[in-house]
């Protein structure tokens, strides 16, 4: 069975860093995994789709990494500002036979101004 | 394109109550499906759809029916609300490309408490 974990569960950090944020994944046998972006009472905003044949995509100040063998991928993000708080979520795709995203419980980001 | 929405946004129901949350998409997506949120929980998945008249469990389907008769739309019911039922629930849709490439798109959520 499928479980993705997030380290740290919530980070403070100045404005103007960078940053890392981490998804951990028991089965490798993934068709992707996606980042998300939420902000308070609100709903889930895309920011990045890796592809299991992929390492890693970038967006504007976001990279995300994704190394399959060690079950883990990263979410990088450079020169963070105070719009960037908020709760940023993974999600495994399984390929274990049924069409399922498997989510991690977030990581709650407060960047300081 | 409005995207997937979901309604109501705040419902208040009492134990035993049923009641219909309801999720539309105009985007032409294939697989929908319903998530609940809950605090330190992250997101579980309730049931999805992977075309009109598939439906499917996902890890927490006790308690909830769905059915899938037009593309559009992908309504959730709870038969007899409970307290373990308050959750925030959220409603998404993709259009799964060659190896399930999409992203998924996501409502802006029902807050359901059941007293």
């Known amino acids: 069975k499928q479980e993705v974990t997030q380290i740290p569960a919530a980070l403070s950090v100045p404005e103007g860093e960078n940053l890392v944020l981490n998804c951990s994944f028991t089965?490798?046998?993934?068709?992707?995994l996606q980042w998300f972006r939420q902000d308070p009472g609100k709903g889930l905003t895309s920011l990045l789709l890796?592809?299991?044949?992929?390492r890693e995509q970038t967006s504007g100040r976001l990279n995300a990494s994704l190394d399959k063998s060690s079950g883990r991928s990263t979410l990088y993000i450079a020169a963070s500002q105070p719009g960037d708080s908020a709760t940023y979520l993974c999600?495994?795709?399984?390929?274990?036979?049924?069409?399922?995203?498997?989510f991690g419980t977030g990581t709650r980001l407060k960047v300081l101004a | 394109n409005a995207g997937v929405t979901q309604t109501p946004k705040f419902q208040v129901l009492k134990t035993g109550q049923s009641m219909t949350l309801q999720c539309a998409q105009d985007?032409?997506?294939?697989?929908m499906s319903w998530y609940r949120q809950d605090p330190g929980m992250g997101l579980r998945l309730i049931h999805y759809?992977?075309?009109?008249?598939?439906?499917d469990q996902g890890e927490v389907p006790n308690g909830y029916n769905v059915s899938r008769s037009t593309t559009e739309d992908f309504p959730l019911r709870l038969l007899s609300a409970a307290p373990s039922q308050t959750s925030v629930y959220f409603c998404?849709?993709?259009?799964?490309?060659?190896?399930?490439?999409?992203?998924?798109?996501f409502g802006p959520g029902t807050r359901l408490t059941v007293l």
């Open positions: 089965d490798s046998a993934i068709y992707n």
């Open positions: 999600a495994a795709f399984s390929t274990s036979g049924t069409y399922k995203y498997i």
């Open positions: 985007m032409n997506h294939e697989y």
């Open positions: 759809s992977v075309g009109a008249g598939i439906t």
């Open positions: 998404a849709s993709r259009a799964p490309g060659q190896g399930w490439s999409d992203t998924q798109y």
């Open positions: 890796i592809q299991s044949s992929q």
